[in-house]
């Protein structure tokens, strides 16, 4: 079957660095995604991995290695409006995405 | 705004009741989704179109019933709903011409209450 896992919650303290991580297993792999959801609002496109290593895009950078089935999402000098949702998936054969639960981030003064 | 813009933001309604979602964007894409998310689970995919055809149905209950006029509208038909339906329906478009980099933009959502 398909999965992907990712913690459900993480708190952090304003102005430091949090890593969310995200394993999965799917049949194909067509990219790995991450978005970001705040309550009651839309999911947003962050970033969008292809090949291993890491893309750099301002605070957030993520990171993917396609052997280990293996992703990150990097956050730094955290702000309170990253308060969110954040959400890992991965794009299968079909150019479907499958979703990880998403792990909420708790920001902290 | 997204893009994507999804009507009506709430909506309760009884398990008799007959209501509609509707969702509509301007980006040129293709390619239209329906999902539903609840609380701490991954979003369930319900049904695709492309080019205004159905290709996607992941076994949703026939209680749940599209339908896409055109490649900018998608609407979603609700009709004797339960108490287990209520959550987050989101739509989401993409164009399907060789952009996967670009990711899916989703509407804010359609919260719905079934009582």
């Known amino acids: 079957g398909q999965n992907i896992d990712q913690p459900t919650e993480m708190t952090a303290t304003e102005g430091a660095i949090v890593q969310i991580n995200c394993t999965y297993q799917?049949?194909?792999?067509?990219?790995l995604f991450w978005y970001q959801q705040h309550a009651g609002e839309a999911p947003t496109f962050l970033s969008y991995?292809?090949l291993d290593g890491l893309e750099e895009k301002g605070r957030f950078s993520s990171f993917l290695s396609r052997s280990k089935g293996y992703s990150y999402l990097l956050l730094k000098e955290l702000q309170m409006k990253d308060s969110a949702s954040y959400l890992c998936?991965?794009?299968?054969?079909?150019?479907?995405?499958?979703w990880g639960a998403g792990t909420k981030l708790i920001i902290k003064p | 705004e997204t893009g994507v813009t999804q009507t009506p933001r709430h909506l309760v309604m009884g398990m008799t009741n007959k209501k509609s979602l509707k969702c509509e964007q301007h980006?040129?894409?293709?390619?239209m989704y329906w999902y539903k998310q609840s609380a701490k689970k991954p979003l369930e995919l319900m049904f695709v179109?492309?080019?205004?055809?159905?290709?996607e149905n992941n076994s949703v209950p026939s209680r749940f019933s599209p339908e896409c006029p055109n490649s900018s509208h998608l609407f979603l038909h609700l009709h004797t709903l339960q108490p287990e339906d209520s959550a987050l329906y989101l739509c989401?478009?993409?164009?399907?011409?060789?952009?996967?980099?670009?990711?899916?933009?989703f509407g804010s959502g359609t919260r719905l209450t079934v009582v």
């Open positions: 991995n292809v």
């Open positions: 989401a478009s993409r164009s399907s011409s060789g952009q996967e980099a670009v990711g899916y933009t």
């Open positions: 998936a991965v794009m299968d054969s079909n150019y479907q995405l499958i």
């Open positions: 980006l040129g894409h293709n390619a």
């Open positions: 179109y492309n080019f205004k055809e159905q290709t």
């Open positions: 799917t049949s194909g792999f067509n990219g």
